[in-house]
Nanobody, 119 residues
Framework: QVQLVESGGGLVQAGGSLRLSCAAS????????MGWYRRAPGKQRELVAV???????TYADSVKGRFTISRDNAKNTVYLQMNSLKPEDTAVYYC?????????????WGQGTQVTVSS
């Protein structure tokens, strides 16, 4: 089994910062891309940022220049540093990873962590 466990969400005022972490554990042979998605109330889930195993990053236009994704391959952990937060960043944030187990590749999701930005 594989688990993705997120931490770091919470309540912050507009302009503030939060750092999300997501650690993968279990029967892991290799991890390819790791990323963060979010779902705001009444909206569909959207990509926030993704980082490949070699460090190539992609960001949604709405977070470019404010959010930074990074990963520690030795710890199977991905981070999302969120600065200059806005009320529209309020959402449940989900970690995602493409993981190779002995049985093959699969896409895995964390349980989600709530981020609330007050105006």
């Amino acid at each position: 089994q594989v688990q993705l466990v997120e931490s770091g969400g919470g309540l912050v005022q507009a302009g503030g910062s939060l750092r999300l972490s997501c650690a993968a554990s279990g029967n892991i042979f290799r991890i390819n891309a790791m990323g963060w998605y979010r779902r705001a109330p009444g909206k569909q889930r959207e990509l926030v940022a993704v980082v490949t195993s070699v460090g190539t990053t992609t960001y949604a236009d709405s977070v470019k220049g404010r959010f930074t994704i990074s990963r520690d391959n030795a710890k199977n952990t991905v981070y999302l540093q969120m600065n200059s937060l806005k009320p529209e960043d309020t959402a449940v944030y989900y970690c995602n990873a493409n993981i190779q187990r002995t049985a093959g590749w699969g896409t895995y999701w964390g349980q989600g962590t709530q981020v609330t930005v007050s105006s």
